[in-house]
């Protein structure tokens, strides 16, 4: 091969070679997982993945996606505690905001009426029965949960504006 010959040959390489790396990078890289994966998922943004990719498990199958964003955590329920009449660890205190929910349940060993005054809400209570309340804060003020025949408190609620 000639000078000449040589000089356009090492040109047309040169040009060659700068096409692949401008193609390479405007590509967003050379991995071909990526851009498979991509146009068989056209709702996948290979920028930033929101979903978590399957896993697998012990069993060499694949495992689905979890949703976590959209998991919405369980409301919260105080249980109070009542043995022989009286409740464990003294009065549970209660507090939520208006508007909010109150959500309480009493487990006991003795059977009675549960009383929430002020809401002017009663369940039976007795064992392996448990007394379940769930109530829209509508009103202000503290509140007392009681074993209505026995008179015992066991629960103050606070409900703030």
Do not use: C, W
Not at 42 to 62: F, L, R, V
Not at 79 to 104: L, S, Y
């Amino acid at each position: 091969m000639e000078p000449r010959q040589r000089l356009t040959f090492a040109a047309i390489a040169a040009v060659i070679a700068v096409v692949a790396v401008v193609l390479l990078v405007a590509s967003g890289g050379s991995d071909d997982s990526n851009r498979t994966a991509s146009s068989q998922n056209p709702t996948t943004d290979t920028g930033s993945e929101t979903t978590p990719a399957p896993t697998q498990d012990s069993g060499g199958a694949e495992a689905e996606p979890t949703a976590t964003a959209t998991a919405k955590p369980k409301p919260q329920v105080t249980v109070v505690r009542v043995r022989n009449a009286e409740p464990v660890g003294g009065v549970k205190e209660i507090e939520v905001k208006q508007g909010e929910r109150i959500r309480f349940r009493v487990k006991s060993d003795v059977a009675d009426e549960v009383h929430f005054h002020g809401y002017d809400v009663s369940e039976d209570v007795a064992p392996g029965q448990d007394a379940n309340f769930n109530v829209k804060a509508t009103i202000t003020g503290i509140f007392e949960a009681e074993l209505e025949d026995r008179g015992t408190q066991i629960a103050s609620i606070r409900v703030d504006p």
